[in-house]
C-alpha cells in the first residue's frame, strides 16, 4: 500500500513537471491520472489498490462514530434512569485477527466506546476479556462487535 502512494505521488509530480505548470491544480490532475495508472495496472502489484483500503479505513471511522453515539445514548439512559437496571459482566471475545497492530486497534475501539472496556488479551491473542456496563446476552455482545468493528478491521487489512 505505502509503495503504491509514494508511486501515485510520484507520478503526480512527474506530471506537474512535464506540464511545467506547479500549481495544487496541476498536483491534483497529475495525482487522478496516477489513480488511473496504478488502478489499470493492479494486477502487477502484490497488494490490493491502495484506494479500497482508503475507503475501508473510512467505513471502520464512521463504523465507531455510530457506535459510538448508540453506546452514548444506552450509558445516558442507564444514567438517568431512576432505578439501576444494569447488569455488568466480563465475557470473553474470541477473535479473527493476528497481527498485534489489529488486536491493538480492536481493543482501543472496544475501549473507546461507553460501558465497555478490554481488561486483558490473552498470551496467545485469540481471546480479549471484555468488561460491559450492562451485559444481557453475550453471545450477542460478540456477534456485534464481531460485525463491526473486527469485520472493518479486516477490511482495512487484509
Do not use: C
Amino acid at each position: 500500500m505505502a509503495f503504491q502512494i509514494l508511486l501515485n505521488f510520484i507520478l503526480a509530480f512527474v506530471w506537474m513537471f512535464l506540464k511545467t505548470s506547479y500549481s495544487p491544480a496541476s498536483f491534483f490532475v497529475g495525482y487522478f491520472f496516477g489513480l488511473l495508472i496504478i488502478y489499470i495496472f493492479r494486477r502487477f502489484f502484490t497488494s490490493r489498490f491502495y484506494l479500497l483500503r482508503v475507503v475501508a479505513l473510512v467505513n471502520l471511522f464512521f463504523i465507531f462514530i455510530r457506535e459510538l453515539i448508540l453506546s452514548n445514548i444506552e450509558v445516558l439512559k442507564a444514567v438517568l434512569s431512576p432505578k439501576l437496571n444494569i447488569k455488568p459482566g466480563i465475557f470473553a471475545f474470541p477473535t479473527e485477527l493476528k497481527q498485534d497492530w489489529e488486536i491493538t486497534v480492536l481493543a482501543n475501539l472496544i475501549t473507546l466506546t461507553p460501558g465497555t472496556l478490554v481488561v486483558d488479551i490473552s498470551d496467545d491473542n485469540k481471546i480479549l476479556y471484555v468488561h460491559a456496563m450492562d451485559i444481557r446476552d453475550a453471545d450477542e455482545s460478540i456477534l456485534s462487535i464481531k460485525n463491526t468493528f473486527e469485520k472493518a478491521i479486516m477490511e482495512v487489512s487484509r
